[in-house]
């Protein structure tokens, strides 16, 4: 692959990408590459109608540098200030040039939201990047900002697994310290119907190296994926992966499925039979039931997910995590319909919010006003659930 120059694309201004994982809402954005080199995983709608391009690594420095220097504005005007947000931002913004406001914008909430703890490296697959160029534009960042304390990035596995293993090393070295994996599913069958682009070999082979080279390994399952049709294979086979890389994390993030991914006109057409919320405890359990000898710490941090509030380390934690999926599923039915709605409204994060009264009575409250019923409830969940895709 040719690295893209300065003379082959002009500087276009600082930019930022449309996501990052949510464990990075405090972080500092960098786009290194635009949109997803792949694109074509079925159940994502993301980077649909978009092109990939790599961006020259001296336009990632200049984004830094823009940043950088709005930070020590920033640092500098309200160094002796004691305010938590300082009360006359309006005057430093309204001094700052139309095409710097976005970066001072970035650098503004990273001060002071993020408190300039860590960095997650834009689009969907940083290491695609030419490994010279990355650690170029990892040390850069370093050097601007020293005491940041951690730089993520996403990346596929068939990237990871096509990268050298001195690469990677240097790649970490320079200061890239987790990537997160959209392992989705271990089952070969899901990953083909989806298109993932990936085998459940290949992605073994990819998250073994990134721990080989230093780097944390954060995999990101997604409950449902299989459809009713293999959502045990999906579950087996997914904890059999995690087993033989033992990650560092473990991310749920769950199937929804908004009508621009391709996987919702299969849907439509009869041919993917989506999980309801019974069955995906039910899938979820299996899982986590299934993974042995790990040490991984399973996280739940996604809005999308039933159980917002499963989290812990195994192996100690894991009889704490199945006892929520299986307290869901021993529930009646009326109080299962209760508990899917709350949480899809915000009204729950977990099982337990179901004893604060006030959380309770509002999700009663939105029960009745939506009519939810027996035959209605996975409709409204999905609903529900597509606003936060
Ligand atoms: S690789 Fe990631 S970003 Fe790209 S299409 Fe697949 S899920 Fe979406």
Redesign the pocket.
């Known amino acids: 692959m040719t690295p893209p120059t300065e003379a082959t694309q002009s500087y276009r201004g600082f930019e930022q990408g449309p996501i990052r994982p949510p464990s990075e809402a405090r972080s500092l954005l960098i786009r290194v590459s635009r949109n ?1 080199p ?4 079925s ?2 709608p ?2 649909k109608q978009t092109e990939f391009s790599l961006r020259p690594a001296s336009h990632v420095l200049q984004d830094i540098d823009s940043v950088h220097k709005h930070v020590n504005t920033l640092k500098r005007e309200f160094a002796d200030s004691a305010r938590s947000v300082p009360a006359d931002l309006d005057r430093i913004a309204g001094a700052i040039p139309r095409e710097e406001l976005a970066a001072f914008e970035v650098a503004y909430h990273w001060v002071f939201a993020g408190r300039m703890k860590s960095v997650f490296l834009q689009d ?2 940083a290491l695609v990047t030419i490994p010279t160029q990355l650690i170029e534009v990892l040390t850069h960042l370093r050097g601007c900002f020293p005491s940041v304390e951690r730089v993520t990035s ?1 990346s ?1 596995a068939r990237t990871i697994a096509s990268r050298r293993e001195a690469d990677l090393k240097a790649i970490a070295r320079a200061g890239l310290d987790r990537i997160h994996v ?1 392992l989705e599913s271990g089952s070969d069958q899901v990953l083909k119907r989806v298109s ?1 682009g990936v085998t459940k070999e290949k992605h073994i082979e990819a998250g073994l190296k990134v721990k080989a080279a230093g780097m944390e390994l954060s995999e990101y399952v997604m409950p449902g994926l299989g459809g009713t049709e293999l959502s045990k294979t999906h579950a087996l086979e997914s904890a059999d992966a995690l087993n033989r890389m033992n990650p560092h994390f473990i991310r749920l993030r769950s199937l929804a499925l908004p009508p621009n991914a391709p996987l919702f006109a299969e849907y439509q057409a009869g041919r993917f039979d989506k999980c309801n919320d019974v069955a995906m405890a039910k899938e979820i359990l299996t899982l986590i039931e299934s993974l042995d000898s790990i040490t991984s710490v399973i996280k739940s941090d996604h809005v999308l997910n039933l159980f917002g509030d499963l989290e812990g380390t195994l192996p100690d934690d894991k009889p704490r995590m199945t006892g929520m999926m299986r307290a869901f599923l021993q529930m009646e039915p009326d109080e299962q319909r209760l508990y899917q709605v709350g949480r899809r409204l915000g009204m729950f994060c977990g099982i337990s919010d179901m004893q604060i009264p006030r959380a309770r009575e509002a999700a009663e409250s939105a029960c009745r006003q939506l009519g939810v019923t027996a035959e209605n409830v996975d409709r409204i969940t999905d609903e529900l659930m597509t606003r936060f895709v």
Do not use: L, Q
């Open positions: 997803c792949w694109n074509r995983c159940f994502c993301v980077y969907a697959d996403y596929r959209g993932k």
